[in-house]
């Protein structure tokens, strides 16, 4: 789809990533009109969106085919009225986090490594997000509050790795992450600095001098976990940004959902892994979805992604082929399926 299609600035206009962010579709009605959607779609969205709101920035808009309701880039953010249904089985915190917390923003689930929950912002509201209704008010380390989540963090010296998450971290500004990786690198025992994030993927021009400085500019080896669900995701400015990310000496990785309707095909599947090899990102995981709340319409079952994870092996190299995982609240780590 072209830029001018959407009636939007093109991305030449070089609008900052914070510029970008806040210009985010919000309104439902926005969203069937840029796209050309029928319009028996917006009150239901509207109705599902009070609950969960819609948010997705333009330069995603813009990577949707026009006149498509089962375009997969927009099924992963379109709000509909399936979400607002009882599903048993379905919570609102389908992997524990809250049963790891820590004290507010820290979340311990595994051996060597913690997650540090930064923020509840997102640059995009994805429908399947484990975490819709997670309390951030609650659990969120602002800067205020990093001081005890520091201290914990410095008391466990079989801590190695420290996860940014969120919401998406690189939502904040950059002058905030570089001093928390600052404090961070001031404790001796921390090796490695990861960062789960989406916005490389939704919003390409979060990757700014200012981050790969603060990224590559202290001892932690820098690791990036980005989350692409699609081959449509990863065009030409996603590429570009890697790019960068990649000369700064940061790790890419990629996690996947399955999600019924948008990648449940091995085709889609291996596209996709392809393309995320084209880019310079590595695969990792391919997860099933987490049983949250507002989410059903996206569950396939343990052996339709079995079937999936073994059409892809026997398309692709070894390399490309991520790990087929699950999240059980309590494990030690990540279930591994097997084939």
Not at 185 to 213: A, F
Not at 222 to 244: F, I, Q
Not at 250 to 260: G, S
């Amino acid at each position: 789809m072209s830029e001018s299609s959407l009636a939007v600035p093109p991305i030449t206009t070089r609008l900052s990533w914070q510029q970008e962010l806040a210009r985010a579709v919000r309104d439902p009605a926005e969203l069937v009109r840029l796209l050309e959607l029928p319009t028996t779609l917006l009150e239901p969205a509207r109705r599902a969106s009070r609950h969960f709101p819609l948010r997705v920035p333009y330069s995603y808009i813009e990577r949707m085919e026009r006149g498509n309701p089962e375009d997969p880039l927009l099924r992963q953010v379109l709000p509909l009225t399936v979400e607002l249904d009882p599903a048993p089985g379905f919570v609102a915190d389908p992997v524990g986090d809250l049963g790891a917390s820590k004290g507010a923003g820290v979340l311990h689930k595994y051996h060597g490594r913690v997650l540090f929950i930064t923020t509840g912002a997102c640059a995009i509201n994805c429908r399947y997000c484990f975490r819709r209704h997670f309390p951030y008010a609650q659990a969120n380390a602002s800067t205020e509050q990093w001081r005890p989540a520091l201290r914990y963090i410095a008391q466990r010296p079989e801590v190695e790795e420290v996860i940014l998450s969120g919401g998406d971290p690189l939502t904040l500004a950059d002058r905030r992450l570089a001093q928390l990786v600052t404090q961070l690198v001031d404790i001796p025992h921390i090796r490695r600095l990861r960062i789960h994030t989406r916005l490389p993927v939704v919003l390409p021009t979060r990757v700014t001098d200012e981050l790969l400085e603060w990224l590559a500019g202290s001892r932690l080896q820098p690791v990036m976990v980005v989350h692409a669900n699609h081959a449509n995701e990863l065009d030409t400015t996603v590429a570009s940004a890697v790019k960068r990310l990649r000369e700064a000496g940061v790790t890419l990785l990629n996690q996947t959902v399955l999600l019924r309707g948008v990648n449940d095909e091995a085709m889609a599947l291996t596209a996709l892994h392809q393309r995320l090899f084209d880019s310079g990102i590595l695969p990792y995981y391919l997860h099933l979805l987490d049983r949250v709340a507002g989410a059903r319409h996206f569950a396939i079952t343990q052996d339709r992604a079995r079937e999936l994870h073994r059409q892809m092996a026997a398309r692709l190299p070894g390399y490309l082929v991520p790990r087929l995982v699950q999240e059980i609240e309590g494990a030690p780590g990540k279930r591994w399926l097997p084939p």
